[in-house]
C-alpha cells in the first residue's frame, strides 16, 4: 500500500493511500468522552470520529475511536462494571455501535478472547493478550480486554498492560485512560502523580482546556 513514507520520499501526494488506520487515533480518543456535558451538549461518539481528521480515515479506525470516546463517556457517567451482567451490558453496547460504523473493528471486537472470564481479575495476564501487534482491530479490542479482566485495580490494570508485550505504550495508554475515567483520578497512585515533570504546567493546561468547553 502506497503510504506517508512514499510521499516523504519524492512521491507524488496524489497518488497515495493516505487513508489513516493508527492506534494513536483511537488512544487520543479518549478525551472525547471527557467533554463537560457530554453526551448532552457533545457526542462523545462523534468527536471521537471527529479526531480521526483532517485525513481520511479507515472505518476500523471510526468505529476504535468511536468505542473508545463512549467507553469513557460511559464510565465517567458512573457507569458499573462489577457484575457479570454489568460487564455483558457494556460489551454488547460497544459491539453495537462498532457494527454500526465497521463489521470488521466489530467482528475482532466480538472475538476478541471469548473463552476468558471477564468477570474476575486472572491470576497472570492470558496468553492470548500477550504481545499485541500494532493492528488497530488486535490492539484495541486487546487493551479494553486488559482493562476488563484487571478493572477493579487502576494500578495493576496499568502495570500489565505495559508489560504486555508488542505496542504497550498504545495499549497501555487505552487502558490507563478507561481505568482512569473508571476509578477517577483519586485512584491514581501519588508515586506516579509526583514523578511528573512540569506537573504544574499540566494542570493549568488541562484546568484551560476544561474552562473552554464549559
Same mark, same amino acid.
Given at each position: 500500500?502506497?503510504?506517508?513514507?512514499?510521499?516523504?520520499?519524492?512521491?507524488?501526494?496524489?497518488?497515495?493511500?493516505?487513508?489513516?488506520?493508527?492506534?494513536?487515533?483511537?488512544?487520543?480518543?479518549?478525551?472525547?468522552?471527557?467533554?463537560?456535558?457530554?453526551?448532552?451538549?457533545?457526542?462523545?461518539?462523534?468527536?471521537?470520529?471527529?479526531?480521526?481528521?483532517?485525513?481520511?480515515?479507515?472505518? +476500523?479506525? &471510526?468505529?476504535? @475511536?468511536?468505542? #473508545?470516546? $463512549?467507553?469513557?463517556?460511559?464510565?465517567?457517567? !458512573?457507569?458499573?462494571? =462489577?457484575?457479570?451482567?454489568?460487564?455483558?451490558?457494556?460489551?454488547? +453496547?460497544? &459491539?453495537?455501535? @462498532?457494527?454500526? #460504523?465497521? $463489521?470488521?473493528?466489530?467482528?475482532?471486537?466480538? !472475538?476478541?478472547?471469548? =473463552?476468558?472470564?471477564?468477570?474476575?481479575?486472572?491470576?497472570?495476564?492470558?496468553?492470548?493478550?500477550?504481545?499485541?501487534?500494532?493492528?488497530?482491530?488486535?490492539?484495541?479490542?486487546?487493551?479494553?480486554?486488559?482493562?476488563?479482566?484487571?478493572?477493579?485495580?487502576?494500578?495493576?490494570?496499568?502495570?500489565?498492560?505495559?508489560?504486555?508485550?508488542?505496542?504497550?505504550?498504545?495499549?497501555?495508554?487505552?487502558?490507563?485512560?478507561?481505568?482512569?475515567?473508571?476509578?477517577?483520578?483519586?485512584?491514581?497512585?501519588?508515586?506516579?502523580?509526583?514523578?511528573?515533570?512540569?506537573?504544574?504546567?499540566?494542570?493549568?493546561?488541562?484546568?484551560?482546556?476544561?474552562?473552554?468547553?464549559?
Amino acid at each position: 500500500m502506497t503510504s506517508l513514507r512514499a510521499v516523504v520520499e519524492g512521491g507524488d501526494p496524489l497518488d497515495a493511500d493516505l487513508t489513516v488506520v493508527d492506534v494513536g487515533v483511537p488512544f487520543r480518543a479518549f478525551v472525547c468522552g471527557l467533554l463537560p456535558g457530554a453526551p448532552t451538549t457533545a457526542d462523545p461518539v462523534e468527536m471521537g470520529k471527529q479526531n480521526c481528521l483532517p485525513m481520511p480515515a479507515d472505518p +476500523r479506525t &471510526l468505529a476504535a @475511536a468511536a468505542v #473508545i470516546a $463512549d467507553s469513557v463517556s460511559f464510565f465517567v457517567r !458512573g457507569n458499573r462494571l =462489577d457484575t457479570e451482567a454489568e460487564v455483558k451490558t457494556y460489551v454488547r +453496547r460497544e &459491539l453495537e455501535l @462498532a457494527n454500526a #460504523i465497521d $463489521d470488521r473493528f466489530a467482528d475482532a471486537w466480538d !472475538g476478541i478472547a471469548p =473463552d476468558l472470564d471477564y468477570t474476575k481479575p486472572a491470576d497472570d495476564l492470558p496468553y492470548s493478550l500477550i504481545n499485541v501487534q500494532p493492528d488497530i482491530t488486535e490492539l484495541v479490542p486487546t487493551a479494553v480486554g486488559i482493562f476488563l479482566i484487571y478493572r477493579s485495580s487502576l494500578e495493576r490494570a496499568i502495570g500489565i498492560a505495559a508489560l504486555a508485550g508488542g505496542r504497550t505504550d498504545a495499549v497501555a495508554g487505552i487502558v490507563g485512560a478507561l481505568a482512569g475515567a473508571y476509578h477517577g483520578s483519586a485512584a491514581i497512585p501519588a508515586k506516579w502523580i509526583d514523578r511528573i515533570a512540569h506537573k504544574d504546567r499540566l494542570e493549568s493546561v488541562a484546568a484551560g482546556l476544561q474552562k473552554f468547553w464549559q
